[in-house]
């Protein structure tokens, strides 16, 4: 009895499939492009009012959009002047299982966090030029505010040396939050691009 082709074939496509199996699995457990992240809550350093949990919903929904896995936590950035993980974001981290911690403040260039802000004190002179009934302050045209700077740092588990740790300088104008949120998609993307090269 000679045998089929089919027969023939058998091991080639027992080969093919067991291989198909082997590499479908390898893929599954690699993470995403560019790992899980988690992004802690923006912290205002300002003094200025600005919508946080939008500005960090916006940011994860953003690093979303550059194709990584990014989850908002619930502790905070520290409001300390250096960027680092505090305890609630390494637990958090270790909790969620990401592969990256984002950390992100928005700060005033011109104060100094070391140093209480004194307000000055005018005796016995010309307060200001400026009319007080007038809102603009004698300009027309749109009313520009001072910069702020968006420090930001990534992060990898278990780490005290960051990945990446810069920041943006944003000139904002009209609503400070909107104009805010300008800044952190432009966060987001430095952040994706920095993760897709790891």
């Not at 990401?98 to 802000?117: A, F, G, H, I, N």
């Not at 939050?177 to 691009?193: K, L, P, T, W, Y």
Request: proline share 8%; charged share 25%; hydrophobic share 30%.
């Amino acid at each position: 009895m000679r045998p089929s082709r089919c027969s023939s074939f058998l091991p080639f496509i027992f080969l093919l499939a067991s291989t198909s199996l082997a590499c479908s699995q390898e893929l599954s457990s690699q993470p995403e492009t560019g790992g899980k992240v988690c992004v802690a809550a923006v912290n205002n350093r300002t003094g200025k009012s600005l919508f946080v949990e939008r500005m960090t919903e916006r940011l994860a929904r953003s690093l979303g959009e550059s194709k990584l896995n990014a989850v908002v936590m619930d502790s905070a950035t520290t409001s300390d002047r250096e960027l680092r993980p505090t305890l609630g974001n390494s637990e958090e981290l270790k909790r969620r299982e990401c592969d990256y911690l984002v950390l992100t403040q928005v700060v005033d260039p011109k104060s100094r966090p070391t140093e209480p802000v004194i307000p000055p004190i005018s005796i016995g002179g010309k307060v200001s030029s400026a009319n007080a009934s007038d809102p603009l302050g004698g300009q027309s045209g749109p009313q520009y505010r001072d910069p702020l700077d968006v420090n930001f740092a990534v992060f990898r588990p278990g780490s005290p040396k960051s990945v990446l740790n810069t920041k943006i300088s944003d000139q904002p104008s009209g609503n400070v939050s909107d104009s805010m949120m300008q800044a952190v998609d432009r966060e987001a993307n430095r952040i994706g691009h920095e993760l897709k090269k790891k």
